[in-house]
């Protein structure tokens, strides 16, 4: 009863091997290491460094590992990137996942979980998002996810698998331990943006667009806690393993708020008053992006523990702190409030 992560030494996965590790699961991580860290891995858990592609890897891991269920989280997830580079992302996340549920339909494993996001909507009709909302992504990274939830769709019904399809309203925070978080050098998220910021590594934030018609003039996002959708993983792993039907969720906390908002929640909880600078808007930015949340919460045995804006961006404070110790020494704080 062993469950396989691809990319569970990335941002997102390696709080889901955490999950899994601490219930009493069985884990082992394929990951190539592209932008994850070994080091993030709970002891004991096995690694195998390389790519969720190379079949006769993942077919070896099965084999070995008595793998019974995939949480696929392998995969690029910068929209400016595929914008650069589409042909990458189409293979990075629609072929790998080909290739990977080629080898999972050859050895039987029949739960797969996937990981794909809110950009597959484009700019929605409506707010909060049901997933029934037309799909029309505006970037190459979300045509990839969505050509790849087609392809799923199509592998699973003609094999006898079941999936959930987890799509990511915007993912934030870090264990609330501090164990483990976002160590991407360069990463562009809002509040991994706020929190350099805060810890001095920032001279300011660039708020891009301020004259939107929202109340603030600001953009409007749905956070979700890494940690919830960890747990949002494991509830879709029991709802599979209870004989669920195949079915695609919104992950997110159905609750929007604006860039200008998020930025004065870093401010407070570290108690640092950094500079903030309005900018022009940033190409291809969604104005509003809010999930609607009843088919999640009425599917999964899900119960969110962090849905709290301070808590986040506690959350991911503490684990900024931390990573700028481990890597620089102490912080050189921003300006106190
Ligand atoms: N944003 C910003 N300044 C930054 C980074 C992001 O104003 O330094 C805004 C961005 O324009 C968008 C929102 O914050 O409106 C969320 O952006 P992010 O890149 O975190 O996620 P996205 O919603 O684009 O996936």
Known sequence: MTVL???????????????LVEAGESVVV????????????????????GDAADENLVE??????????????????VVPDSMR?????????????RSLLNVAVKCGVNR??????AAVYGNPDQVPVPEHAATRPMSPYGSSKLMTEIMLHDAASAHGMSYV???YFNVAGADPLARIGLATVGATHLLKIAVEAATGQRAKID???????????????????????????????????DGGPSTTLNCGYGRGYSVLETIEAV???????????????????????????????????????????????????AWEEKLFRERHGEPRHAASA
């Open 5 to 19: 992560v691809t990319g569970g030494a990335g941002y997102i996965g390696s709080h889901m091997v955490q999950a």
């Open 30 to 49: 394929i990951d190539n290491l592209s932008t994850g860290f070994s080091a993030y891995l709970p002891e004991g858990v096995p690694l195998f460094i």
């Open 60 to 77: 070896g891991v099965i084999a070995a590992h008595g793998v019974e269920s995939i949480i696929h989280f392998a995969g690029s997830v």
């Open 85 to 97: 580079d589409p042909l990458a992302y189409y293979r990075n996340n629609t072929m790998t996942t």
């Open 112 to 117: 797969f979980i996937f990981s794909s996001t």
């Open 165 to 167: 399809v987890l799509r």
């Open 207 to 241: 708020v891009f667009g301020t004259d939107y018609p929202t109340p603030d003039g600001s953009c409007i996002r749905d956070f979700i806690h890494v940690a919830d959708l960890a747990q949002a993983h494991r509830a879709a792993l029991s709802y599979l393993r």
């Open 267 to 317: 401010r407070r909880v570290s108690g640092r008053n950094f500079a903030v600078q309005y900018a022009a808007r940033r190409s291809g930015d969604i104005m509003t992006m809010v999930a609607d949340t009843s088919r999640i919460r009425s599917t999964l045995d899900w119960a969110p523990r962090y849905d709290d804006l301070e808590t986040i961006a506690a959350h991911a404070l």
